[in-house]
């Protein structure tokens, strides 16, 4: 398939080779809805004309925004592009404040929305944006106009003048500003054109599993307003997979519901997956827990090259513990789940791919439209553990002197909009500077750190704590950490414990838990964090080793600006909300 291709393209490829009776499905007020290839493309190009009646012209920028993944989004993003027009997707949990700096600074004109919570947002900052024109609502919400005015609108308008809008529109042509949220500093505006998403898709096809085409599904449910699950539902959509679309916050009953055969998953949901796996499986007696225990055992032994007698004992432990743990979790059919977004543990990707539950883990960003580099089991000598795989067909990558990884390629952004300057800080003779640090070994990525955050110790030693992060959350009782001490003489850590975990722990012990915040004060939690990361400092150098570590209270949240909505820390801010705590680790 050649690249040349404009992102709405793709549905019309689906509705020529296998038109689907669903398309697309979305879980709206707890009911599924379908529409099919061609009720889309209908909705699609209707939303097109009314558009058009409406004065929207090429180049005009409209904004999305949705809680959850719905068939709506894609059908204004769709209408959206093969007008000229840009989109603008925006995270639901960024600030009124976020939404209204995007706005201006994009000159949105339009806006459309989920629903009521969402409106409010957008209504609260509606008169300090000047160039919006109006706001259009998914749902029905009082006092809101609808977008199927705009559907009902663009049934009488011009559908030849889509048609002749549509063909003029190039693939180099800036389709979409992402603006990423990032861990410091304002949102900057991702620009990225149809080629830059289209070729991603189309090299990143080989990546996926054996499918047939026409009769496959999956289930959606990390924003679409995140490049890495946007890319993948116009994979799906080129090669006729149904998209069920939905939200974070019932993700096992969709998957029960669904049975899809590719979901895509960020560390921190697996980590949740294999925690409840985990706690279901001990909470067993007996010979059944023995069991357990040792099926688990073998599948963190997992690797791909691994046969003889461990082939035999994983087989034993698949038919008599995880075929139950992948029934439980809606799983039964599933071929395959890429993770991206942060580093996943080895530990992981062994344990579920012992499983049958095949991690593909990749790296990108949103500057990359998003992937470099994927595992994958679809040929040989494409998967290791530990790293993001090798790179996708038409994208390079080279290491800097200083460790960064850099990327050229056809999914390389056109830059930062209205922003020239940063644009040539990361953009130099083609190559993208990503900021990451790694290495290529044998073909494979490895990423081992930012390079901004990478830090020295007053004893001149550098620390890269994103990989000592992802070592300690290993710890079944570590939901979230940060590794500090830039210019201090040891490391240390804020650490966020998991109450589901501590829990189950205190309940098996039979320690008496009545208050979870009591509790995290107690000397027993104290010296239970203590041991755990004790076991993880053993593979560290002893300048890499956390020397202290303070507990905090609560979760970090994405309300409190602690992290993105991707789940990044957002260092600084912790810092700042934790600043008596730090003070208090380094008090002597």
């Given amino acids: 398939m050649s690249t040349q291709f404009r992102l709405f393209d793709f549905i019309y490829i689906q509705q020529k080779q296998f038109p689907l009776e669903k398309a697309f499905t979305s879980k709206l007020a707890g009911e599924w809805k379908s529409y099919s290839t061609n009720q889309f493309v209908e909705m699609m190009n209707n939303a097109s004309a009314g558009l058009l009646q409406l004065g929207v012209q090429k180049g005009d920028k409209i904004a999305l925004i949705t809680s959850t993944n719905r068939t709506e989004w894609n059908v204004m993003d769709h209408a959206s592009l093969q007008i000229g027009a840009i989109d603008i997707p925006i995270y639901p949990t960024m600030t009124s404040e976020d939404y209204a700096y995007i706005m201006n600074h994009s000159e949105s004109t339009y806006c459309f929305v989920s629903d009521e919570d969402v409106y409010a947002k957008v209504m609260a900052i509606k008169d300090r944006v000047p160039t919006l024109k109006e ?47 990032g861990t410091t500093g304002l949102p900057k505006g991702v620009m990225l054109s149809h080629q830059n998403i289209a070729s991603n898709a189309v090299d990143s096809e080989d990546r996926l599993p054996d499918l047939e085409k026409g009769a496959s599904v999956s289930l959606s449910f990390l924003p679409c307003c995140h490049i890495y699950e946007r890319m993948l539902h116009y994979l799906y959509i080129s090669n006729g997979v149904s998209i069920y679309l939905s939200g974070l916050d019932n993700v096992k009953d969709d ?26 499986g001990l909470s067993n007696t007996g010979l059944k827990k023995k069991i357990f225990q ?85 040929q040989p000598g494409m998967y290791r553990v530990g790293t993001v795989g090798k790179m996708i067909n ?34 130099k003779d083609g190559w993208f500077h990503t900021g990451d640090i790694g290495e290529v070994n044998d073909g494979f990525l490895k990423i081992t750190d930012r390079k901004k955050e990478m830090f020295k110790t007053s004893g001149g030693k550098y620390v ?20 500090i001490g830039e210019s ?21 012990k039979g320690i008496k838990y009545d208050n979870h915040d009591e509790f995290l004060k107690s000397d027993t939690v104290e010296k239970l964090i203590y041991n755990e990361i ?3 400092n053993e593979r560290f150098g002893k300048w890499e ?29 912790i810092m700042e909300n934790y600043q008596s705590l730090v003070q208090d680790i380094y008090r002597d």
Avoid at 348 to 372: D, H, M, N, W
Avoid at 465 to 476: A, D, G, R, T, Y
Avoid at 546 to 570: C, N, Q, S, Y
Wanted: proline content about 4%.
């Fill in 135 to 181: 706001i259009y609502t998914f749902e029905k919400v009082n006092g809101a106009k609808n977008w199927l005015e705009v559907v009902e609108l663009g049934k009488s308008g011009d559908h030849q003048r889509v048609k002749d809008i549509s063909n003029a529109v190039k693939s180099e042509d800036l389709a979409t500003i992402i603006y990423t949220s």
């Fill in 464 to 483: 890269a704590p994103q990989l000592i992060e992802n070592v300690l959350k290993e710890s079944l009782f570590i939901e979230q950490c940060m590794v």
């Fill in 534 to 536: 004790e076991k993880r």
């Fill in 394 to 427: 038409n994208v390079q990558v080279k290491i800097a002197e200083d460790g960064e990884i850099l990327c050229k390629g056809p999914n390389v952004m056109m830059g930062y909009y209205k922003n020239p300057e940063l644009t040539a800080e990361v953009l």
């Fill in 294 to 378: 040792w099926s688990v055992g073998v599948a963190l032994e997992w690797d791909i090259d691994k046969g003889g007698w461990y082939k035999v004992k994983l087989a034993i432990a698949r038919k008599l513990v995880f075929s139950k743990v992948k029934a439980a979790l809606g799983l039964t059919h599933i071929k395959a789940v890429p993770s991206g977004s942060a580093a996943l543990q080895s530990r992981l990707a062994r344990f579920f791919c012992g499983a049958g539950i095949i991690i593909k883990e990749g790296y990108g960003l949103t500057e990359t439209s998003p992937v470099i580099s994927v595992n994958s089991m679809r």
């Fill in 545 to 573: 080793q956390i020397k202290a570590f303070r507990i905090v209270p609560k979760p970090f949240t994405i309300d409190a600006g602690e992290i993105t909505p991707t789940l990044k820390l957002k260092r600084k801010k």
């Fill in 255 to 280: 998957l029960a519901y669904v049975q899809p055969e590719l979901f895509s998953a960020v560390p921190r949901l697996l980590e949740k997956f294999y925690d409840g796996v985990i706690a279901k």
């Fill in 488 to 508: 201090k003489n040891f490391p240390a850590a804020l650490i966020v414990v998991d109450a589901v975990a501590l829990k189950s722990w205190a309940d098996r």
